[in-house]
């Protein structure tokens, strides 16, 4: 059944029409990239869906109830990490549990854990500015979730970082989202890049240039983990590059 | 009727032409000593140094001395007019210093290797690069100096030594002083009316399109996302996207410069440290066994400390009470409010009308109430220093990155827990410098604040006067013409500041600074 409904969204800055009439679905178990030029409402259609920002028009159900505000099932993860340079990196992950009505010791063994398992160890009483990008977004990752969301959503999240930093934390962030003690059960990410689309997801909306509609959703049918050399790879990253430029 | 109103509009546009020369010659000055800081090493050395203790001085101490060698130079109208321009720019000047000084040394390298490339003279640099560049700073900066500049142009205008009065022929701070003193309280109202107008009138129709015009070229605005335009009317920082400490600031808490400067300081530093350590203290010495030594100096340094003591406690408990009013007035608007941009316009045209003509009229507020000296006190001290830290708090926002706010949003933080997590934390930048400009502007007010009479009006009644304080130790020793006491008093303030500065601000700043590089 549909986890996400995207219904006939529409936005405008002034008197700029940004996004107009965007109408997707998103089911449970599913990755879905969205992908467009830059300065199409990629981002802004993300922050529409976590209840950030109100459209000008439709609106977005989650499990068939409407979207207004940011909702504990969903949660976030930023382009450019959005983490308070003034919190230690464990009080940062704790702040993803300020919605929850959980004791301070419960939230500790909880944020623990999870660096634990994201690599993170030693690093709990550092400061951000102390970590390399890749560290962050990890801090970043953390903090979403934490509070064990059923939707993540992720603002490219691999695009402050190096190409290689970027390719190992993809690997990881795939890993780690199919692993069962990980309870997300869809992701939808924004990015430019093609080939990150193809690699991560089984579905991938293709957006067109402002004001932006949805050119193509186009389903990536190919086993994980996926090898970028093969021939099926190449053609889903051709085709989907030809929609875009067309 | 409408005479005296007349009279009023030509008192206001006498005082505006001073402001403006004095305002036009502390630009000239500005880039003049700015961009030599900036661009020689040596003169960096002494000059920045000597700004930074001249811009925390009151200022105001110095006047009748300054008087007495201008006039006596310049005999008449001519001479007394030099003597007020001359001290309004010694309000106006340090900071467009800083500003231009800042500019320059934030230029791209790239920038000197196209100079070089093309082989650009000193006067094309100047026309080309070094100008141009300072100049939204120097706006920026201007509008802070126009604002102390109305705060010292009222007290300047007319000034009273132990055996002469000296005052201008036209000028708004005399008509104001005079009519309040004669009870003219309706006219004294219509004076500060006019003021006002004056006050408005020129930030909308001098400095908001000069401000436009320059911020083009701001290289600094180019990386700002958010919308509202903010005229710095605190010193601007450098454009990080996280919160930094100015560079007037630093200095003025012994930080250590920026990189250009390191390779200098490898091996020397320590040995030269250890040689003015030395000098300190054989000056420190010297300094106590002359006091020691000398009955008189001796009682004056003891008489100095006590003034300081309870000038101290003023000013620092109008600090808490400005705390109590800007932390959280501050972070409604940061945080809150949609209409910050205009807030900011309205505070900038509150916080232009500048303490010193509302003096009469605090006076006569609290003349029938116990204890109205300090009450006069605190209220003269309280509006001199809360808009340095609002504004600084408020400049602070164009620093915030917006996934902050949605953090905040996305994750549901309210109330005491965002105070402990995210307000508090996200102004303590702004918080500091606003704090350092503002108990420094603080006790620049300390002069008028204690002490004040009208013995330039002629009857010489003392309106308000506190039982102690430094502000009237140095007023009376002014009166005196005692030298001496006047110039111990000045050396111990300059001690304090440096030493509050060392001990607390440093130290808080050392703190924080890693965390938001």
């Known amino acids: 059944m549909d986890l996400l409904n995207v219904e006939n969204i529409g936005y405008s800055i002034g008197p700029v029409h940004v996004i107009e009439n965007i109408t997707f679905t998103a089911m449970k178990d599913e990755f879905v990239s969205i992908i467009g030029p830059s300065g199409c409402g990629k981002s802004t259609l993300l922050r529409i869906i976590a209840g950030l920002i109100k459209p000008l028009h439709g609106k977005v159900l989650y499990n068939g109830i409407k979207v207004e505000k940011p909702n504990r099932d969903i949660s976030f993860v930023f382009q450019d990490f959005a983490l308070l340079p003034w919190l230690t990196n464990i009080e940062n992950v704790k702040l993803g549990l300020s919605l929850f009505d959980i004791s301070e010791g419960e939230k500790e063994r909880k944020a623990k854990l999870l660096f634990k398992k994201m690599g993170l160890e030693g690093f709990e009483k550092a400061y951000p500015n102390m970590l390399s990008g890749g560290m962050k977004q990890r801090v970043g990752l953390a903090r979403a979730i934490i509070s064990d969301p059923k939707v993540l959503l992720m603002d490219e999240p691999f695009s402050s970082l190096d190409e290689l930093t970027a390719e190992a934390l993809r690997t990881d962030v795939i890993n780690m989202l199919r692993s069962p003690d990980i309870p997300v059960s869809l992701v939808i990410m924004v990015t430019h890049n093609v080939e990150e689309a193809v690699e991560l997801s089984n579905k991938v909306v293709i957006l067109s240039e402002r004001p932006s509609h949805i050119k193509e959703i186009k389903r990536i049918e190919l086993k994980y983990p996926r090898n970028k050399r093969s021939k099926g790879f190449a053609r889903e990253v051709d085709h989907i590059y030809k929609v875009l430029t067309e | ?517």
Do not use: C
Request: proline share 3%.
């Open chain 2, 1 to 517: 009727m409408f005479n005296y109103i007349l009279q009023l509009l030509v008192d206001t546009s006498f005082s505006w032409a001073r402001m403006f020369i004095a305002l036009g010659l502390s630009i000239l000055l500005g880039l003049g000593i700015g961009i030599w800081a900036a661009t020689s090493r040596r003169a960096e050395k002494v000059i920045i140094p000597i700004v930074d203790i001249l811009q925390t001085l009151p200022i105001l101490a110095f006047f009748p001395f300054v008087i007495y060698i201008i006039v006596a130079a310049i005999p008449g109208y001519i001479g007394i007019n030099a003597a007020v321009i001359f001290l309004i720019i010694t309000s106006m000047l340090w900071n467009i210093i800083f500003g231009v000084y800042e500019s320059v040394k934030e230029l791209p390298h790239e920038f000197m290797e196209l100079a070089a490339i093309y082989g650009m003279g000193l006067k094309e640099k100047l026309s080309k690069i070094y100008i141009p560049a300072s100049m939204p700073k120097v706006m920026g900066q201007s509008t802070l100096s126009w604002a102390i500049g109305l705060f010292y142009l009222v007290t300047s205008e007319i000034f009273s030594t132990s055996s002469k009065t000296y005052m201008v022929k036209h000028g708004i701070g005399v008509a104001l002083t005079q009519l309040a003193l004669s009870g003219n309280f309706s006219e004294y109202i219509v004076g500060i009316l006019i003021f006002i107008v004056f006050v408005i009138l020129t930030r909308l129709l001098f400095f908001a399109p000069l401000e436009r015009y320059f911020d083009k070229h701001n290289m600094s605005n180019i990386q700002k996302t958010r919308g509202i335009h903010f005229v710095h009317l605190t010193k601007p920082r450098l454009k990080l996207k996280i919160p930094k400490i100015n560079m007037p600031i630093k200095f003025a808490l012994g930080k250590k410069r920026d990189t250009y400067s390191l390779s200098n300081e490898v091996g020397i530093k320590p040995k030269r440290r250890g040689y003015a350590n030395l000098v300190y203290a054989a000056l420190a010495i010297l300094f106590v066994v002359a006091i020691v030594s000398n009955k008189t100096l001796f009682s004056y340094e003891l008489s100095i400390l006590v003034a300081l003591l309870a000038s101290f406690a003023r000013v620092w408990f109008a600090f808490a009470i400005i705390l109590l009013i800007s932390v959280p007035l501050s972070v409604y608007l940061i945080f809150f409010s949609k209409r910050l941009g205009a807030y900011v316009l309205l505070f900038q045209i509150i916080a232009s009308i500048p303490a010193t003509i509302m003096l009469p009229l605090i006076v006569s507020l609290f003349v029938k109430m116990p204890f109205h000296s300090e009450a006069v006190a605190f209220s003269v001290y309280l509006l001199s220093g809360i808009w340095y830290v609002i504004f600084s708090i408020l400049s602070q926002k164009a620093y915030i990155p917006q996934s902050i706010y949605e953090v905040k949003k996305l994750f549901g933080i309210k109330g005491l827990h965002a105070w402990k997590k995210i307000y508090i934390y996200a102004i303590i930048p702004g918080l500091i410098t606003g704090a350092v400009t503002g108990i420094a502007a603080e006790w620049n007010a300390s002069i008028v604040a204690e002490y004040f009479t009208s013995s330039g009006i002629g009857n010489g009644a003392v309106l308000t006067s506190v039982s102690i304080g430094i502000g009237k130790l140095l007023d009376l020793s002014l009166d005196n013409g005692n030298m001496v006491l006047m110039l111990l008093a000045l050396l111990n303030f300059t001690i304090m500041i440096i030493v509050i500065n060392r001990l607390v601000w440093k130290r808080l700043f050392n703190r924080i600074e890693d965390i938001y590089k």
